[in-house]
């Protein structure tokens, strides 16, 4: 009864706490520094991420989507759809039926992104809500006629410095509040491209920038007052790999470039053939062993890179780090874009804030997951996607997860519960099946009770 009267009380506390804290809306800043491989994490030193993590969750790996670059990851993570359902499904892209070409230099023609409504479309559509966005892929273009409140047009020449300004001032100062905020940072992939991500020198350099930038992030939200209420998720779109200066696949050795429009190259070239598909195909499937070529029909299942009219008939995959090239293209020392089954290719995640868990280890999660997941947080309900709010269960307050070490220890306990039980009722049942000394006096008596009679 006290048990009960304990578990009501501290049931009501919770509750009213739940409520009080539910009179504010829920706000997330979502964070992308590019190309931040997973394994950066166990191989540099990161002081201040560690503390954000500490306090927060990571998930070690997230399982990326195909084609493993940066404009269809960062569209993946906002809408939770492979690219073949939201449609940007390369950085460079040309639609065969509209005549139109898309590069991510030049992409504000809305058609490109409106195959998908992202999430800081949807969190704007809410009743007094706003998003604001200091450059993630996309939030500068009218997608569905809606760009978020407060955003920035693309410019890789503005400092982290300015764009975590204009999002702190954005998430202070707003009416209607903003509750979804991102911030976009084009390192460490400039560096990983340049220097390759074995460069340890170089990349210990970057990645050190890096974690300052994450501690004047939690610096400032905290001197603003922001910290304790927000929702913040620092994650990436891809991993970055080595690409040796002799790893080369020359495609000019195999085929003329006069049959074929190259409309996108390493390392997935995306070929449109000029006059015979299957004369182009045959050049190409034969050219290297360290490439895989693919008719449009054939492209494995698991890429979920097929269902779209911006998908090139034919499509070529190169072996981790190799490059594809034409005769006249320099290579670089480090890309990604390759097979996202590669773990080389795959981000990590870390989120801290009242929705969240602290202290918590996740092994992976999809790229795909985080949309539900957001929009769980935000309250928002989702457009249908390629998620599962379930995968991500275990980093969330509010969300009843069991994982295998815990399994295992309920079933223990459940076990050893059911043993001592079994002990005692046997223990009992001996003990009652023992003729007590004054029933045999009881016994007696009844014995006696004819004579006394
Ligand atoms: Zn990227």
Same mark, same amino acid.
């Given at each position: 009864?006290?048990?009960?009267?304990?578990?009501?009380?501290?049931?009501?506390?919770?509750?009213?706490?739940?409520?009080?804290?539910?009179?504010?809306?829920?706000?997330?800043?979502?964070?992308?520094?590019?190309?931040?491989?997973?394994?950066?994490?166990?191989?540099?030193?990161?002081?201040?991420?560690?503390?954000?993590?500490?306090?927060?969750?990571?998930?070690?790996?997230?399982?990326?989507?195909?084609?493993?670059?940066?404009?269809?990851?960062?569209?993946?993570?906002?809408?939770?759809?492979?690219?073949?359902?939201?449609?940007?499904?390369?950085?460079?892209?040309?639609?065969?039926?509209?005549?139109?070409?898309?590069?991510?230099?030049?992409?504000?023609?809305?058609?490109?992104?409106?195959?998908?409504?992202?999430?800081?479309?949807?969190?704007?559509?809410?009743?007094?809500?706003?998003? @604001?966005?200091?450059? #993630?892929?996309?939030? $500068?273009? /009218?997608? !569905?006629?809606?760009? %978020?409140?407060?955003?920035? *047009?693309?410019?890789?020449?503005?400092?982290?410095?300015?764009?975590?300004?204009?999002?702190?001032?954005?998430?202070?100062?707003?009416?209607?509040?903003?509750?979804? @905020?991102?911030?976009? #940072?084009?390192?460490? $992939?400039? /560096?990983? !491209?340049?220097?390759? %991500?074995?460069?340890?020198? *170089?990349?210990?350099?970057?990645?050190?920038?890096?974690?300052?930038?994450?501690?004047?992030?939690?610096?400032?939200?905290?001197?603003?007052?922001?910290?304790?209420?927000?929702?913040?998720?620092?994650?990436?779109?891809?991993?970055?790999?080595?690409?040796?200066?002799?790893?080369?696949?020359?495609?000019?050795?195999?085929?003329?470039?006069?049959?074929?429009?190259?409309?996108?190259?390493?390392?997935?070239?995306?070929?449109?053939?000029?006059?015979?598909?299957?004369?182009?195909?045959?050049?190409?499937?034969?050219?290297?062993?360290?490439?895989?070529?693919?008719?449009?029909?054939?492209?494995?299942?698991?890429?979920?890179?097929?269902?779209?009219?911006?998908?090139?008939?034919?499509?070529?995959?190169?072996?981790?780090?190799?490059?594809?090239?034409?005769?006249?293209?320099?290579?670089?020392?480090?890309?990604?874009?390759?097979?996202?089954?590669?773990?080389?290719?795959?981000?990590?995640?870390?989120?801290?804030?009242?929705?969240?868990?602290?202290?918590?280890?996740?092994?992976?999660?999809?790229?795909?997951?985080?949309?539900?997941?957001?929009?769980?947080?935000?309250?928002?309900?989702?457009?249908?996607?390629?998620?599962?709010?379930?995968?991500?269960?275990?980093?969330?307050?509010?969300?009843?997860?069991?994982?295998?070490?815990?399994?295992?220890?309920?079933?223990?306990?459940?076990?050893?519960?059911?043993?001592?039980?079994?002990?005692?009722?046997?223990?009992?049942?001996?003990?009652?099946?023992?003729?007590?000394?004054?029933?045999?006096?009881?016994?007696?008596?009844?014995?006696?009770?004819?004579?006394?009679?």
């Amino acid at each position: 009864m006290k048990l009960f009267a304990i578990l009501l009380l501290s049931g009501l506390i919770t509750g009213c706490r739940g409520n009080s804290s539910y009179s504010l809306p829920p706000k997330l800043l979502l964070v992308s520094f590019d190309g931040f491989r997973a394994d950066y994490l166990q191989n540099y030193e990161f002081p201040h991420l560690q503390n954000f993590i500490q306090d927060g969750v990571l998930v070690e790996h997230v399982n990326n989507v195909f084609i493993t670059k940066t404009f269809p990851n960062h569209y993946s993570i906002v809408t939770g759809l492979y690219e073949e359902n939201h449609g940007i499904v390369a950085n460079s892209m040309y639609d065969a039926i509209t005549k139109k070409h898309f590069s991510d230099i030049e992409d504000k023609d809305p058609s490109w992104w409106n195959e998908a409504v992202p999430i800081w479309v949807t969190n704007q559509l809410q009743e007094n809500r706003s998003s @604001a966005a200091a450059m #993630w892929p996309g939030t $500068d273009v /009218s997608i !569905h006629n809606t760009t %978020p409140s407060y955003f920035m *047009n693309y410019s890789s020449l503005v400092s982290f410095e300015e764009r975590l300004n204009n999002i702190t001032t954005w998430l202070s100062n707003s009416n209607p509040p903003v509750t979804f @905020a991102t911030l976009y #940072w084009e390192e460490p $992939d400039a /560096s990983g !491209h340049k220097y390759g %991500p074995e460069d340890k020198e *170089n990349m210990r350099r970057v990645l050190k920038e890096i974690d300052d930038h994450i501690g004047n992030l939690v610096y400032k939200l905290k001197m603003l007052g922001l910290w304790e209420n927000l929702n913040v998720i620092i994650t990436s779109d891809h991993g970055m790999t080595q690409c040796p200066k002799d790893r080369l696949i020359n495609l000019d050795l195999c085929i003329d470039h006069s049959h074929y429009t190259l409309i996108d190259l390493t390392p997935v070239a995306a070929i449109l053939p000029k006059l015979n598909k299957t004369d182009v195909y045959n050049k190409l499937k034969t050219c290297s062993p360290h490439m895989s070529v693919y008719l449009k029909e054939d492209i494995p299942a698991r890429f979920h890179y097929q269902h779209n009219n911006r998908i090139q008939p034919i499509i070529l995959v190169a072996d981790e780090g190799w490059t594809i090239v034409l005769n006249k293209s320099s290579p670089k020392l480090g890309d990604h874009g390759y097979d996202n089954s590669l773990p080389s290719m795959h981000p990590f995640l870390a989120a801290h804030g009242p929705a969240f868990h602290k202290g918590y280890k996740h092994s992976s999660i999809n790229i795909v997951d985080i949309y539900p997941m957001m929009c769980h947080i935000l309250g928002l309900k989702p457009h249908p996607n390629n998620g599962t709010l379930g995968r991500t269960k275990c980093l969330l307050v509010d969300q009843w997860c069991i994982n295998l070490p815990e399994a295992i220890g309920i079933v223990i306990g459940a076990l050893f519960i059911l043993t001592t039980l079994t002990c005692l009722i046997i223990i009992m049942q001996h003990r009652l099946s023992v003729p007590h000394p004054f029933a045999r006096l009881q016994l007696q008596e009844d014995d006696d009770d004819p004579l006394i009679g």
